[in-house]
């Protein structure tokens, strides 16, 4: 039920059918979404979906653009947001009882085989082993709140050079962080 709900507003956000300048009807809602997908699943370009779809490059890129801010939309507000104040007192709280006083979350690097890297991009983002990855470092808490999430840059295949380029502490740099001890 949840799903079909966010299914039916991400493909409301895509666009609903219109005619063009010719008075012939759009594309249908499906046929967009089936690119984006294929985008965003196989690192296609917007000119390979072309084929498929049956839509122009413009019309393509344009259905990504809505279709991940309707994602972010949805789900920023509960799940990826900056701890206040008062959530950070609960999760001090509850690391407490679990026998981990003084923390808040946590911090990890996630690494994620690419297997449809593009070929342009293969000597950038190559582990030690071979493989394609990409890395994703996020801070979570207790309950399933993303606080931070940063996708290293090329070249950085290990979590130390990750973490050193990663925005994470900039808050506490600036001094911009919630004062807690």
Not at 47 to 62: F, H, N, P, W, Y
Not at 99 to 126: A, E, R
Request: negative net charge; hydrophobic residues 40%.
């Amino acid at each position: 039920m949840v799903q079909e709900k966010v299914v039916a507003r991400m493909w409301t956000n895509i666009d609903i059918l219109g005619t063009n300048a010719t008075g012939n009807l759009g594309l249908l809602p499906e046929q967009k979404f089936t690119a984006v997908i294929r985008m965003l699943a196989y690192g296609s370009s917007a000119d390979q979906v072309d084929e498929i779809a049956r839509m122009g490059k413009s019309t393509a890129l344009e259905s990504l653009v809505r279709f991940c801010d309707a994602v972010e939309t949805l789900y920023t507000r509960d799940y990826l947001c900056k701890p206040t104040p008062r959530d950070l007192q609960r999760l001090l709280q509850k690391a407490e009882t679990r026998g981990f006083p003084g923390m808040i979350g946590s911090i990890d690097c996630v690494h994620w085989q690419w297997k449809n890297c593009l070929i342009v991009w293969q000597g950038d983002y190559g582990n030690r082993k071979g493989q394609k990855s990409i890395i994703l470092e996020a801070v979570s808490g207790f309950d399933t709140c993303v606080w931070h999430a940063f996708f290293g840059v090329a070249e950085s295949q290990n979590d130390l050079n990750v973490l050193g380029q990663s925005p994470v502490f900039n808050d506490v740099l600036r001094g911009e962080a919630s004062n807690i001890t």
